[in-house]
């Protein structure tokens, strides 16, 4: 029996004693910052299935942050540094829920080899549809190890580490290499290569010739795209993600006849008559990782891509001939060709391809403009793909094209969408045209211009400087047609100070009412008397504070200027925090939480007096027990004598008594209740209105037998310490003064204690009144949204130059200058660190004629809008599905752009939930003059 260095206790090769969790945590812990610590190319990480993996996190506890899935719930009650609810140590580990054949386990999967590079062969495919976090965690290799070491199962799913981009680099775990189709034309056999998209040609060529054992020097590989012979890979080392290898991609291996091979002189310079022969039949397909080398070689295929260091004068436009516009049909009714997930892509360039300004100008020769030493932009690369692209699209009938070598480049430069997950169609089309406008900038060198701050100059003249010291480093067409300006207005809390600055924008991301804005449920209590408890419902802003709550709820239950509300949580029945501060952010408050505003007396605010509920319960054995909601109001006098408290407790009462009780009854009633209560204290305009009772049909006044002398016990914090209040007691003066106050039968019958008792919570469906279906908003309600006053979030905070200190400032925006190309996009995603949420809310938009003078600022100039485009999300987060549709100027005709599929689409269609993105153009003052009020179609 021996121990091993991990701790674990072994029995001649039995799997280990389970070791306590806190030192598993511990363990794993230390490898996952180890390494953190060395990161570098080629490192190997294992994918793990998280149905298991968020047992073992829940069994041990664990919390390192990259394997916490951040868009799932957590699995403990408390989030940040809180231990997870114990649970069952976890069964072996199980990825059979993420592989695509289920049955292997460690035992009967495939031997997994590591070669002398690090490549990782022979390893189970896994399901394409997988998201990191929901789905899988990626864990490094040593604690791949420990954690097999402890708990076998399987199978393993190695995986290596790669980096990509150009300017700047980054490492991601290549969970899905390239799967490659390879078509041997001596016997039209197929099989699979399983290979890094970081591997080279060169590898490509060892891996092929490896598995149809063929010699290197004879073989010759085609791109071989839709089955059709585009271009030869000649071996060399550009990488197969640059030359545009995607997944799935079919590839052709030709082989001549040994007594032709002296006729040819190298490989690529093979072509269609070579004499093929048989050699063996199809292998099994063969997988490995590749090298992690990338290069600057020159693309294969047909397009007109610089390669970096060719100079833009010895690669010329084709205007004349390939790319001719108008030559033959130019309708732009082409599809682009799903290439895997790639749906996100395909509707934000048809949205793009079909903007008339940007259609016209990458069908003419720009290759001028393009600036290829731009440090911040792609050396001119993206936007010549781009346009490349445009020019297929428009010239190629109805086919349907293959965006390959503009994948190809956009991974290059934007990592995150070089694999085949699913994207944001918006997240691309924000980096697709800074991008376009960083790689068409005419400003070769940006001169440095210091900004400066507004300090009271008249709006126009400060706006004025800030577009004129933008344009002095921005100036392309994407500016031209795209980019608007918007006024910021800053104010401090604290000092007051405002800052106004002048931003640049290329869209408008709208919030939905609903994501921005929170309903919320309160009482009001009177502390005076003069009203019964009643629930309020009022909407506020979901960043707002204390403040905007008490203004809104103020507003609803008709506050009085000479009144003020005082917030408070209530909790078992005691008051467990007052919300004074009214700076404090309403995200402290939960949705589940009671939340009480007690409406009292402005300059009244010196000790409070808390009156607690409670009643004998008799099961119990005589045992108190609290109940209903304290009520609270500002004590005017000193010094306190019970008598006073016993008066202010019948003031405070005095709405709840009933109409009419046994063998008893009031006057002066209304709604059921007495008009007032309590006597009138230091110029209270309630006045207190004595009872009568009935005796024999004789009214008395004043008490008897049957009224009530309230029952008060001083609260402490030592309860042993509590002590009965008399007419007589002398009450130590303090912030709060704590009563309790002890019901028997007799206060339930004068009094109705359910107003008492029916809290609500803060958000409560159906409390007030019944939740009817959504309805649709439109528009113009998204913008308000986003025009709205809005507190910053507490980790948005700004630095305020008076201050010296970060404060969370209210934020203003003001729309100054629109584009002649519009874009809206509506902010249906909303994410946290524990949920994602896609709103599916129906947004009524215009068509025509939509009419944004009045949101603007600067001038009177008029500014409406007609739609040209749309890119839809349908579908939720996981298995989303994007298209477009995009209206044909020329032909004044709306269609359906559904990845290759065209189809003709009916105005009245367009409108949808789906909606995601919006494309508007200005239409001339002439047509848009007429104008002036909002119109929707």
């Known amino acids: 029996m021996t121990i091993a260095d991990s701790g674990c206790l072994m029995d001649n090769g039995a799997s280990c004693l389970p070791l306590p969790p806190e030192e598993e945590n511990r363990i794993i812990a230390d490898m996952v910052k180890e390494s953190e610590l060395n990161l570098k190319e080629g490192n190997i990480y294992y994918v793990i299935s998280n149905r298991w993996f968020s047992v073992w996190q829940k069994y041990v506890g664990f919390r390192a942050g990259m394997f916490l899935a951040e868009d799932q719930p957590p699995t403990c009650q408390e989030a940040n540094g809180v231990r997870l609810e114990p649970a069952d140590r976890p069964g072996p580990i199980d990825n059979s829920n ?15 080899i590591l070669d002398s590079n690090g490549c990782v062969e022979n390893s189970p495919d896994i399901s394409r549809t997988l998201i990191e976090g929901l789905d899988y965690v990626l864990v490094p290799h040593k604690v791949w190890e420990k954690l097999f070491e402890w708990y076998k199962g399987g199978p393993a799913l190695p995986r290596k580490l790669i980096s990509q981009g150009v300017e700047h680099k980054q490492y991601n775990v290549e969970v899905y290499p390239l799967c490659l189709k390879v078509t041997d034309s001596r016997d039209n056999s197929m099989s699979i290569v399983k290979i890094s998209k970081k591997a080279t040609i060169r590898e490509l060529y060892e891996t092929v010739c490896k598995l149809k054992r063929v010699e290197q020097q004879k073989a010759c590989i085609w791109d071989y795209f839709n089955k059709e012979k585009s271009s030869s890979l000649n071996v060399s080392d550009q990488t197969l993600e640059d030359a545009n290898l995607l997944m799935d991609h079919d590839i052709l291996l030709e082989v001549p ?112 403009e393009i600036n290829v030493d731009n440090p911040l932009g792609m050396h001119g690369e993206l936007a010549l793909a781009f346009g490349e692209l445009l020019r297929k699209l428009w010239s190629s009938g109805r086919t349907a094209v293959a965006p390959r070598a503009f994948k190809g480049k956009l991974g290059r430069f934007a990592p995150q969408f070089s694999g085949y997950n699913q994207h944001d169609s918006q997240e691309l089309l924000a980096f697709l045209l800074d991008g376009l406008h960083e790689d068409l900038n005419r400003v070769k060198q940006k001169p440095y211009i210091e900004t400066k701050d507004s300090d009271g100059r008249p709006d126009e003249e ?91 709820l103020g507003t609803a239950c008709c506050l009085k200027s000479d009144e003020m509300l005082l917030l408070a949580e209530v909790y078992e029945h005691k008051i467990c925090r007052y919300l004074e501060n009214p700076l404090e952010p309403l995200a402290s408050i939960k949705d589940d939480e009671h939340i009480v505003a007690y409406r009292l007396k402005k300059g009244s605010q010196k000790t409070k007096l ?9 099961t119990k054995g005589g045992e108190r027990k609290l109940f209903g909601t304290p009520l609270v109001t500002y004590l005017e006098e000193e010094p306190l004598y019970g008598a006073n408290i016993e008066t202010y407790v019948h003031r405070m009462l005095s709405p709840l008594r009933r109409a009419y009780s046994s063998a008893k009854s009031c006057n002066e009633k209304e709604n059921g209740f007495l008009a007032g209560g309590g006597d009138q204290l230091n110029g209270s305009n309630t006045e207190y209105v004595p009872s009568y009772q009935t005796i024999d049909g004789q009214e008395q006044e004043g008490n008897s037998s049957g009224e009530t002398s309230f029952q ?77 006053e809005e507190p910053l979030g507490p980790d948005d905070m ?53 009419n944004l003078t009045k949101y603007v600022k600067s001038n ?78």
């Not at 031209?480 to 408008?508: A, E, H, W």
Request: proline share 6%; hydrophobic share 35%; charged share 20%.
């Open 610 to 618: 808390e009156i607690i509920h409670r009643y004998l319960d008799s």
């Open 860 to 937: 009177g100039k008029p500014y409406v809008y007609d739609l040209y485009a749309i890119s839809n999300h349908y579908g939720g987060l996981g298995g989303g599905h994007y298209t477009a549709y995009a209206k044909l100027i020329d032909e004044n005709r709306w269609y359906h752009f559904d990845d290759g599929h065209v189809t003709p689409a009916a105005e009245s269609e367009i409108k949808s939930a789906a909606a995601y993105v919006l494309f508007y153009q200005r239409v001339t003052p002439s047509e848009g003059e007429t104008s002036q009020g909002h119109t929707s179609s």
């Open 98 to 112: 993420i592989i695509l054949d289920s049955d292997g386990c460690a035992e009967n999967s495939p031997e997994i």
């Open 712 to 788: 008060l016990v001083l609260s402490s914090d030592r309860p042993l310490s509590c002590t009965r209040i008399e007419k007589d007691s002398l009450i130590k003066p303090g912030p709060i003064i704590k009563v309790f106050l002890d019901w028997t039968d007799k206060e339930h019958e004068l009094y109705d204690a359910n107003y008492l008792r029916d809290l609500p919570e803060v958000h409560k469906t159906g409390f007030t009144v019944k939740k009817t279906r959504q309805e649709a908003i439109s528009l113009f309600s998204c913008l308000e949204a986003f025009l709205t």
């Open 462 to 552: 400060v706006a004025y400087e800030c577009w004129k010291n933008h344009i002095a480093r921005n100036d392309s067409l994407i500016v031209d047609v795209c980019q608007g300006q918007y006024k910021s207005t800053l104010v401090c809390p604290v000092c007051g100070k405002i800052s106004i600055t002048f931003d640049p924008f290329m869209y408008l991301s709208l919030p939905l009412p609903s994501t921005v804005t929170r309903t919320m449920t309160l009482t009001v209590f009177y502390g005076d008397g003069s009203g019964i408890p009643m629930p309020y419902t009022v909407t506020v802003l979901k960043h707002g504070c204390c403040r905007d709550l008490c203004l809104a």
């Open 798 to 850: 700004w630095y305020c130059p008076r201050c010296k200190e970060h404060r969370q400032a209210t934020k203003k925006l003001d729309l100054w200058k629109l584009p002649d190309i519009l874009v809206f996009h509506l902010k249906r995603f909303s994410y946290s660190r524990y949920l994602k949420n896609k709103l599916d809310t129906f947004v009524n938009f215009p068509i025509h004629n939509l």
């Open 257 to 368: 006849l040994d007594r032709d091979w002296s006729s040819h002189s190298g490989i690529g310079s093979m072509g269609n008559d070579l004499a093929l022969v048989p050699l063996e039949p199809s292998r099994s397909s063969l997988s490995i990782a590749g090298g992690p080398t990338i290069t600057n070689g020159h693309p294969t295929g047909s397009s007109n891509y610089l390669s970096p260091g060719t100079s833009l004068n010895s690669a010329p436009m084709d205007i004349d001939q390939k790319h001719d516009p108008y030559r033959g049909e130019r309708n732009g009714l082409a599809g682009l060709q799903n290439l895997g997930n790639t749906c996100f892509m395909n509707s934000a360039l048809q949205c793009l391809v079909h903007t008339p300004p940007l259609a016209n100008y990458f069908l003419q020769d720009y290759s001028e």
